[in-house]
């Protein structure tokens, strides 16, 4: 068990309401991750954090914000959300000295559905 | 897009036989690590191997790297219905400490 927490786990809402994921790590790890994964495209990196608002942007970042206010919160948010944005939401952690050279821990993912 | 690609997309064997399936990256990196994600859950971390290295193994797991082709091989010896999974690769580019996950490949031990 990595401790990470995702919540919410399951969340339906509607176009163009705010949603925000939050992951929450009790490992006191530096270096945080946020992954969409849609068939057919495996996960893609939405943003990721290097250290208390230190965050930078992946590959599919456009409609994303993120934040980091403290070592164990890192928050996704979707400001307006679309139907494109319907995907499940991974996190993930890797230890400080191991960003790059070492694995990642996954979170159980949260399932969101914009209608 | 820097997201590789991972081949065959789904695979069925039957029990005891060996599964392969290959990665292959765009970029140099500094190594490359298979997990794998049973239905539903998040991912697991399997296996490492780093750039300067080009085969490893672990339990019933055996990886090569070929960095000159850009690509890697997850073998999967005597395979269980356990083994029912998606695997995917990731690779970190050189100099950063981002993780870039391929397409996956899907994989389906008939008992």
């Known amino acids: 068990d990595a401790g990470i927490t995702q919540s919410p786990r399951h969340k339906v809402t509607e176009t163009g309401t705010p949603v925000t994921l939050r992951c929450h790590q009790t490992?006191?790890?530096?270096?945080m991750y946020w992954y969409r994964q849609d068939p057919g495209h495996g996960l893609r990196l939405i943003h990721y954090?290097?250290?208390?608002?230190?965050?930078d942007k992946g590959e599919v970042s456009d409609g994303y914000s993120v934040s980091r206010s403290k070592t164990e919160d890192f928050l996704l948010t979707l400001e307006s959300a679309t139907s494109s944005q319907t995907s499940v939401y991974f996190c993930?952690?890797?230890?400080?000295?191991?960003?790059?050279?070492?694995?990642?821990?996954f979170g159980e993912g949260s399932r969101l559905t914009v209608l | 897009s820097q997201q590789g690609e991972e081949d065959p997309q789904a695979l069925s064997i039957q029990e005891g036989e060996n599964a392969t399936m290959n990665c292959s990256y765009k970029t140099s990196i500094n190594n490359l690590q298979w997990y794998r994600q049973n239905s539903g859950r998040g991912l697991v971390h399997l296996i490492l191997i780093r750039s300067n290295e080009r085969e490893k193994h672990t339990g019933r797991l055996r990886v090569t790297l070929d960095t000159s082709k850009k690509s890697s091989s997850l073998l999967i010896t005597a395979s269980r219905a356990a083994d029912t999974a998606s695997y995917f690769c990731a690779t970190v580019p050189s100099g950063t400490y981002k993780y870039i996950f391929g397409t996956g490949t899907r994989l389906k031990v008939l008992a």
């Open positions: 954090s290097y250290g208390v608002k230190d965050t």
């Open positions: 490992e006191n790890h530096r270096y």
């Open positions: 993930a952690i890797t230890p400080s000295g191991g960003a790059g050279t070492g694995e990642l821990f």
